[in-house]
């Protein structure tokens, strides 16, 4: 009796680990090492020539007319999101998405080159990525520096002229288009008990002591939630700072690779561009495109004030 009392008490407590295991398994999964992921953005010194590309431009429309990009695409970020309270800031259905870029005469196999307004800007072309590689449309790339760059760079060693995609086939263009790099509210408050995931605020160190400039029902920050306002990211010279200072400065924030990242901003424009970075550089990282546009409009969902 004591040998099947024994089996029995193990069997349960085999019973409760399993239990706890499904309950932090659930929703976006950690990677047990570094992720591979392609880049999410490329230099001037890509090998790839930049007339390979479909150029969209998505700096605002001032820029678009003062400097005109030939043979661009144009969209912006809102375009391909929801404006309707408390869902402002999230991406519209794939379907939609996707008809959206289809007529503007993009395939999903094409290759994508984005153009924003680089650290001047607010992160829209991370944002413009993000949302093509949610829908399929896997080889979308940022270009680092934005305008400047390719006005400096790009002009002076090619036409802007679109050539057959067909051509590039390296293999950092090719990537599962199943993969989704979006979480949803729900997701988030689930976890929130178990700290099952490292959150992000992407946004100016004001707004995350509560101030709220940019429409924000309530202010506050997401509890748990370090501060990583996106243009920490940039070095002296607008460009995106290397692996390793990334790494660094998020190891200081004890951030950890073994461990999902979600980042939020206002309206998921901002934490779409740190994603793509986080992404590149080898971390498990998600968007929360409703953000504290929809966060901070349920009274019922927790917000800390201060630092």
Not at 89 to 106: A, F, H, P, S
Request: charged share 25%; with cysteine.
């Amino acid at each position: 009796m004591k040998v099947l009392r024994g089996y029995g008490i193990y069997l349960f407590s085999l019973s409760l680990l399993w239990a706890f295991w499904l309950q932090l398994s659930a929703g976006p999964k950690a990677q047990p090492q570094e992720i591979k992921d392609t880049p999410w953005f490329i230099s001037k010194e890509s090998s790839i020539p930049f007339s390979k590309y479909t150029i969209l431009d998505t700096r605002s429309s001032i820029h678009r007319w003062k400097d005109k990009v030939p043979g661009s695409k144009v969209i912006t970020w809102e375009e391909l999101s929801r404006t309707d309270a408390p869902h402002k800031g999230e991406l519209l259905e794939l379907k939609l998405v996707r008809k959206k870029i289809n007529d503007l005469g993009i395939k999903t196999n094409d290759n994508i080159l984005v153009l924003g307004d680089g650290a001047s800007g607010w992160g829209e072309e991370g944002r413009i990525v993000w949302s093509l590689r949610e829908t399929g449309f896997s080889q979308a790339y940022w270009l680092e520096g934005g305008f400047d760059t390719y006005q400096k760079e790009i002009l002076k060693k090619t036409d802007t002229k679109p050539k057959d995609n067909q051509e590039l086939t390296t293999e950092t263009s090719k990537r599962n288009s199943n993969q989704t790099y979006l979480i949803q509210k729900e997701e988030i408050v689930k976890g929130l008990p178990l700290k099952k995931y490292q959150i992000l605020d992407t946004r100016e160190p004001r707004e995350y002591s509560g101030a709220t400039p940019y429409g924000e029902t309530r202010g506050g920050h997401i509890p748990g939630a370090k501060s990583l306002f996106y243009q920490e990211l940039f070095d002296a010279k607008g460009n995106i700072k290397s692996k390793e200072e990334v790494d660094l400065y998020l190891k200081r924030l004890g951030i950890q690779k073994e461990k999902p990242v979600v980042a939020y901003c206002t309206g998921g424009i901002r934490s779409a561009f740190v994603v793509g970075i986080l992404r590149t550089y080898g971390y498990n990282a998600y968007n929360y495109a409703g953000s504290m546009w929809e966060w901070s409009y349920d009274p019922k969902l927790p917000l800390e004030i201060g630092n």
